[in-house]
Each structure stands twice: as C-alpha cells, then as structure tokens.
C-alpha cells in the first residue's frame, strides 16, 4: 500500500491555460474523490467516481472542470481557460465502497494561476 | 443539510497542557463524524471516527472524542499537547446513507507554546 499519489505537487500556470492534474488511488479502492481547498477554508467536495462511472458533481465543478477515470484507476482533473479563482489546493482521497469508509488523502496538488 | 462548525480558527495551548478543539455539526439524520488532521503542505491524515458505534473514540497519537447528541458537539481532546502537534485540524460530517462526500469545517490551527 504505497498510499495515494499526486501529480505535479505544484503547478504554476497563465490566466487562460489549460491544466490538468493527475490522481493515484490506492490499488484496491474503488471509489476516488475530488475535493479543492483554498486558503483558510475546509476541503470542499468537487466529485467522485466509484470505478470509471461518474457519480455525483458538485455546483463547484464549472464546465470549465472535467475528470475522468477512464480504467476506474487513476482519475485526471482538467481546469480548461484557468482563472485566478481557480488558485487552490486540489485533493485527491480514495476509499473503499463498503462502509463504514474511510476516505485517504493524497498530498494535493497546489494550483498557482497568476 | 449536513454541516459542520469548528469553534476557533486558531488555538493556542502551552506544551503538556490539554488540548481541545471544539467541533458542532448539524445534520437531519445519524451522521459519521471525523477529525482529520493536516500538516504544512500535505494531505489530510484521518485521526479518528464516530460511526454509531461507543461515543468515546480514541485515535491516533493520543487525542479523543466523544460524540454528544444531546449537544451535537463532536469536541476533539489530548490531555497533554506536544510540539508535533501544532497543524490544522478539521472536523467533519457525512451521511451514513450517502457516503459519497464528508463536509469539513474550516479548520482550527493548533498552535503549541513551548
């Protein structure tokens, strides 16, 4: 169990840039969230994914925002046209579907949009 | 609605002496409840749950809770703070019957005198 994995860790990018961010479950969990965090703020929920179906989106997720999880093991979250607004950090936690769950956090990946 | 309100955005305690950081939730249905903790530039580590089982939880590296449903407070103790202990704590809910997202609260940053 190697935990779940982040990639980049950070990522400083143009007003207007397309970025996309890459998630690791741990091996055997079957459900995969998404989740940003600004600063002084909790995380909020963005979305999940139980295997490669796509299960709820919260209000948060413009269309500018897309994820996927095309194989139900790694996820992408793309931010198309970022904004300053979209500066955060962007969390990645995996859990198993049986209850009562217990959702691991990645380290995250922090979003600079200058 | 589900929701989660940590008293305290900062919280300053003297090495060795109790810590308490103090968390009320508000939810229509029996909620699981957590703390989670998170360090300087990582993810959140899971410390500890209440999922209907004993209302005294015990976590990891020494800290507590109980869940009071006469209150609904889910307050999080140690009886004695040491340094490692200074990071942001978050307290949060889900539905048991939807475990699809937690709710967090804003965090208290727990800070340890020396």
């Known amino acids: 169990d190697t935990g779940v994995s982040q990639d980049p860790r950070h990522k400083i990018t143009k007003r207007g840039q397309n970025v996309t961010f890459r998630c690791d479950p741990i091996?055997?969990?079957?459900?995969l969230y998404w989740y940003r965090q600004t600063l002084g703020q909790g995380p909020e929920f963005l979305t999940y994914f139980q295997n490669e179906a796509q299960l709820e989106k919260s209000r948060l997720l413009s269309d500018r925002f897309s994820a996927e999880r095309p194989k139900g093991s790694f996820s992408t979250l793309e931010i198309q046209r970022t904004e300053q607004g979209d500066s955060a950090m962007y969390l990645c936690?995996?859990?198993?579907?049986?209850?009562?769950?217990?959702?691991?956090f990645g380290p995250g990946t922090r979003l600079t949009v200058t | 609605a589900q929701s989660v309100t940590q008293l305290g955005s900062h919280v300053s305690v003297s090495e060795g002496a109790l810590v308490l950081l103090r968390c009320n939730y508000s939810?229509?249905?029996?909620?699981?409840l957590f703390w989670y903790v998170q360090y300087p530039n990582q993810g959140l580590q899971l410390l500890l749950k209440?999922?209907?089982?004993?209302?005294l939880v015990k976590g990891i590296n020494g800290f507590e809770a109980e869940f009071k449903k006469s209150e609904t407070s889910f307050h999080l103790t140690k009886p004695s703070a040491h340094m490692s202990d200074a990071a942001e704590y978050f307290c949060?809910?889900?539905?048991?019957?939807?475990?699809?997202?937690?709710?967090f609260g804003k965090g208290t940053r727990l800070h340890i005198l020396p």
């Open positions: 939810s229509s249905v029996p909620p699981y």
């Open positions: 949060a809910v889900s539905d048991p019957a939807r475990d699809d997202k937690i709710i």
């Open positions: 091996s055997e969990h079957n459900r």
């Open positions: 209440y999922t209907s089982a004993a209302t």
């Open positions: 936690a995996s859990s198993l579907k049986q209850g009562p769950y217990e959702q691991y």
